[in-house]
Nanobody
Framework: QVQLVESGGGLVQAGGSLRLSCAASGRTFSSYGMGWFRQAPGKEREFVAAINWSGSSTYYADSVKARFTISRDNAKNTVYLQMNSLKPEDTAVYYC?????????????????WGQGTQVTVSS
């Protein structure tokens, strides 16, 4: 059974940083692309960042480009999201997801397993 467990969320002031982690188990982690999504209250879940199986290719939503960095450590079965220069509009529950194949995807149906989410709150 595939499990994804996020951690690292919390409350931070605008301009601050947080690093999210997502530990995966139950499948060969290094064979699949991974992604981060977020969902703010009253809004749909939206794409944030994605990475291919090896980490050699990444993709970001325009809203987080140059502020967030996705990375992975296949030896630790973990994917990370480093978030810098945080803004109040980044406030959301952040979810990691495991992809259907080795590449990256930006759409929800490009992923078949999801974590439970971790809350990120950015105060102004």
């Amino acid at each position: 059974q595939v499990q994804l467990v996020e951690s690292g969320g919390g409350l931070v002031q605008a301009g601050g940083s947080l690093r999210l982690s997502c530990a995966a188990s139950g499948r060969t982690f290094s064979s699949y692309g991974m992604g981060w999504f977020r969902q703010a209250p009253g809004k749909e879940r939206e794409f944030v960042a994605a990475i291919n199986w090896s980490g050699s290719s990444t993709y970001y939503a325009d809203s987080v480009k140059a502020r967030f960095t996705i990375s992975r450590d296949n030896a630790k079965n973990t994917v990370y999201l480093q978030m810098n220069s945080l803004k109040p509009e980044d406030t959301a529950v952040y979810y990691c997801a495991s992809g259907l194949n080795s590449g990256w995807a930006t759409r929800l149906h490009g992923y078949d397993y999801w974590g439970q989410g971790t809350q990120v709150t950015v105060s102004s």
